[in-house]
């Protein structure tokens, strides 16, 4: 047998330093990368017209908001809005460069239903990959997303569903390696459901040391990718709802356990975690553990930045001022729970500043 080797040794500090980048300081990224079909559905239930333009609009005045580079390293685009402009005629990679920030794609296309595995969901769009990563990386892109999803029932996540998963994020690692775009490797347990807080700690772990061991196994460069997990969290459905601290302990925990020391960082998913929530429990990992551990804690959210702000939107230029406000906001309030001095106090004074 022979020993597996990152073989992307000749551009791993490139993409080390993409990667540090990403995770410098005190910011986080920001997720826009919503598909055609799930933009929509967000859009939905505030009568927003479920159009090109409209999504193009809204990517628009969000890559816009003042100040917004202060807090987030990088976006993460969709393959419709990474190919738009802004009304000035400016494509979005520019003006996310010229903002000082880095621009990522995400490139799985979708979950789907997986053979002989009902109510489990593994993530396609390998075919080809390489031809897509090379003309992302020319438009601008200097990183990748591609999202696994684990549903956690009694009788599943299955291993035949966490190991396939795990594979196709490796070798959707290595193909962006290649290319020299870091790749963000999301693998999320679904947060719906009445299983307990112990449960998804245990679901999680073995996930992600099924994902690392196809990670160590397809060669990547371990210091060369960020890792997008779910916290670990009591399902929706749970009857006993952990404390703050209890979930920061019950994550570190898990990730200590799993995550090698060499991966730089870790940038959460929000899930559908309701948005004060997202930043209370990543400040608590960061107050109570940032001293101590190996890799960068922080944020790579979509909903718990966005929500507040496409709530106050709702399709209407006269609201655009107020919506970036909110946006920068709670952008604002991850920032500080990356440093772990997020408290209500800058819940309440960043939306004033
Ligand atoms: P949420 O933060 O809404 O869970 O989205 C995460 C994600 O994968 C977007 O890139």
């Known amino acids: 047998m022979t020993v597996p080797e990152p073989h992307a040794t000749g551009n791993s500090h490139a993409l080390r330093d993409t990667a ?40 628009e005045w969000i890559l816009t908001t003042p100040g917004l580079a202060d ?35 995400k ?22 990959l390489r031809d897509r990563l090379a003309e992302y990386a020319r438009m601008g892109a200097r990183f990748a997303k591609w999202r696994a999803v684990l549903a956690l029932t ?48 245990a679901v999680t772990e073995h996930a992600l040391h099924a994902l690392f061991d196809q990670l160590v196994m397809q060669r990547v460069v371990l210091e060369g990718i960020l890792l997008k997990p779910n916290m670990v969290l009591p399902g929706l459905g749970c009857a006993v709802q952990s404390g703050v601290d209890e979930v920061a302990d019950a994550t570190v925990h898990c990730l200590l356990r799993t995550v090698p020391a060499a991966v730089p960082g870790v940038v959460f998913l929000s899930g559908g975690q309701a948005s004060e929530l997202a930043s209370k429990r990543l400040n608590a990992m960061n107050g109570r553990f940032k001293a101590r551990l190996p890799w960068a804690l922080s944020f790579s959210f979509a909903r718990a930045i966005q929500e507040p702000a496409l709530a106050i939107w709702r399709g209407e230029p006269a609201n655009v001022l107020r919506a970036q406000k909110a946006l920068l906001h ?24």
């Open 20 to 59: 540090a980048a990403m995770i410098a300081g005190d910011k986080g990224l920001l997720a826009i990368d919503e598909s055609n079909a799930t933009c929509n559905k967000r859009f939905a239930p505030l009568a927003i017209p479920q159009t090109v333009e409209a999504r193009r609009t809204y990517r």
């Open 330 to 353: 709670r952008a604002r309030c991850n920032q500080a729970a990356r440093r772990g001095t997020y408290s209500p106090l800058v819940e309440t004074a960043s939306l004033q500043g």
């Open 154 to 201: 009694d009788v599943v996540p299955s291993r035949g569903c966490i190991e396939a998963n795990a594979h196709a994020l490796a070798r959707y690692s290595a193909l962006c390696q290649e290319a020299l775009l870091v790749p963000v490797v999301e693998m999320e347990v679904l947060m719906n459901g009445p299983h307990g807080l112990d449960k998804c700690r």
């Open 71 to 105: 807090a987030i390293s990088g976006v993460i685009l969709y393959d419709e809005t990474i190919r738009q402009q802004k009304g000035d005629g400016t494509p979005f990679v520019r003006a996310i460069i010229d903002a000082g920030m880095i621009a990522g794609i």
């Open 107 to 128: 490139v799985d296309i979708g979950a789907k239903e997986m053979a002989a595995h009902p109510g489990e969901r593994i993530t396609e769009g390998l075919d080809g």
